[in-house]
């Protein structure tokens, strides 16, 4: 059967088509939704059996970590581990936004969403669609770039319905996300910190960022 499709407002998602999206992830199951960036496949990060589907829809190798989306710096701060000062600096730089810090994960956290390597790659998108699902879970999603390993990202609901449709059974649909570049992806370990994927934000702002915070509290 192919994906139902729903549409809803980006900027304004209806609170219904929210909980009737958040049921599904309730429910253990793996949905398409849009982000700041590009659609993302949602589910509970903590239930195995939604991660296993996750990487099997995907055709994801299984020795690469799932992304989560939160939505506030506290809820990630119960996701990562001995958070070094730096997490807090680019949080307060650049959350909302297309930021993702890899850090220590906490041991709460399921070690196949980190691929067995207990570090976790956290960002809060600037999405409220995304973000109202969070609330209404009570919980963080899954952020994984909706579409095939391998494939092109999909900023818009059809493109997501044509290379993964057959394999989810829901899609929000809230039209072009208007990203052409993913987050960039940044990893932290203590004071180090490297640029492991330039994408919206530059290696530049990241820098400057850290410099800036650094100058302020020295």
């Given at each position: 059967?192919?994906?139902?499709?729903?549409?809803?407002?980006?900027?304004?998602?209806?609170?219904?088509?929210?909980?009737?999206?958040?049921?599904?992830?309730?429910?253990?199951?793996?949905?398409?939704?849009?982000?700041?960036?590009?659609?993302?496949?949602?589910?509970?990060?903590?239930?195995?059996?939604?991660?296993?589907?996750?990487?099997?829809?995907?055709?994801?190798?299984?020795?690469?970590?799932?992304?989560?989306?939160?939505?506030?710096?506290?809820?990630?701060?119960?996701?990562?581990?001995?958070?070094?000062?730096?997490?807090?600096?680019?949080?307060?730089?650049?959350?909302?936004?297309?930021?993702?810090?890899?850090?220590?994960?906490?041991?709460?956290?399921?070690?196949?969403?980190?691929?067995?390597?207990?570090?976790?790659?956290?960002?809060?998108?600037?999405?409220?669609?995304?973000?109202?699902?969070?609330?209404?879970?009570?919980?963080?999603?899954t952020g994984t770039s909706a579409n095939i390993?391998?494939?092109?990202?999909?900023?818009?609901?059809?493109?997501?319905?044509?290379q993964l449709g057959d394999k989810l059974p829901?899609?929000?649909?809230?039209?072009?996300?208007?990203?052409?570049?993913?987050?960039?992806?940044?990893?932290?370990?203590?004071?180090?910190?490297?640029?492991?994927?330039?994408?919206?934000?530059?290696?530049?702002?990241?820098?400057?960022?850290?410099?800036?915070?650094?100058?302020?509290?020295?």
């Amino acid at each position: 059967m192919p994906a139902e499709l729903l549409k809803l407002s980006a900027g304004a998602p209806d609170s219904a088509a929210i909980q009737y999206a958040a049921d599904y992830i309730k429910r253990g199951q793996v949905i398409g939704v849009p982000t700041d960036t590009f659609y993302g496949l949602a589910a509970d990060p903590f239930n195995l059996s939604a991660v296993e589907e996750i990487y099997r829809v995907k055709g994801r190798p299984e020795n690469r970590a799932l992304p989560i989306l939160v939505n506030s710096v506290a809820q990630a701060a119960t996701l990562g581990r001995e958070l070094p000062p730096s997490f807090f600096k680019l949080a307060k730089s650049f959350w909302p936004g297309a930021l993702t810090i890899v850090v220590d994960a906490a041991h709460s956290l399921p070690l196949k969403v980190t691929a067995n390597k207990g570090r976790v790659a956290l960002r809060w998108p600037n999405s409220p669609v995304a973000c109202a699902i969070i609330e209404q879970l009570g919980g963080p999603i899954t952020g994984t770039s909706a579409n095939i390993s391998g494939y092109a990202s999909c900023s818009n609901a059809r493109e997501l319905a044509k290379q993964l449709g057959d394999k989810l059974p829901l899609i929000l649909d809230s039209g072009e996300t208007g990203a052409s570049v993913s987050s960039t992806i940044v990893t932290l370990d203590g004071d180090e910190w490297k640029i492991v994927r330039e994408g919206q934000i530059s290696g530049e702002a990241i820098a400057k960022a850290l410099a800036d915070s650094h100058q302020a509290t020295g």
